[in-house]
């Protein structure tokens, strides 16, 4: 799975906020320069974020945005959400958003093959990206980890996930 630009882009955005927390406001004009982020680009991203409540701006010479709500209250599940749609990999393991799989020849059964692993690829990715908290990427110093359990290998409740075993 693959996030957009739009997401990305956010996240830089919001981490960025996060660092200034409770100092003030950010000019968009900096951020978008600090992140490399286009300015067009960056106040569309800007502007679904403050209608979701994440993020308020303040008009005028000394304008800026800020983040409203505490870095620990809001998780990169929801960031993602609110730019990219759902986590979940097709639509009928949705839990923001689900929709009945018209064409599927399996819709009308009890089982779904797919729809199985899908839901755990949905669960696993949903797990890790409402786990962490901005406070956690814009001050990875002051929480819990952020690495797995061992050089190339990711680890998802207590499981690994991919790459080798060290040790």
Not at 60 to 70: D, E, S, T
Not at 86 to 115: F, N, R
């Amino acid at each position: 799975m693959r996030f957009s630009k739009k997401s990305e882009y956010g996240l830089r955005a919001m981490i960025e906020l996060t660092q200034e927390y409770g100092r003030g406001l950010v000019q968009r004009k900096v951020l978008a320069e600090r992140q490399h982020i286009p300015l067009g680009f960056l106040e569309t991203i800007l502007l679904s974020l403050k209608n979701a409540g994440l993020i308020g701006s303040r008009r005028g010479m000394n304008g800026g945005v800020f983040l409203i709500k505490p870095p620990q209250e809001v998780t990169l599940g929801q960031i993602i959400r609110i730019l990219d749609g759902p986590l979940a990999p097709i639509a009928c393991v949705s839990q923001t958003a689900y929709q009945k799989c018209e064409d599927c020849p399996h819709a009308e059964t009890a089982t779904c093959p797919i729809q199985r692993i899908m839901l755990d690829v949905r669960n696993a990715i949903t797990s890790v990206l409402d786990h962490y908290s901005l406070k956690d990427f814009a001050f990875p110093n002051k929480g819990r980890q952020l690495k797995g359990k061992g050089r190339d290998s990711r680890w998802i409740g207590g499981r690994r996930i991919g790459g080798r075993r060290i040790g």
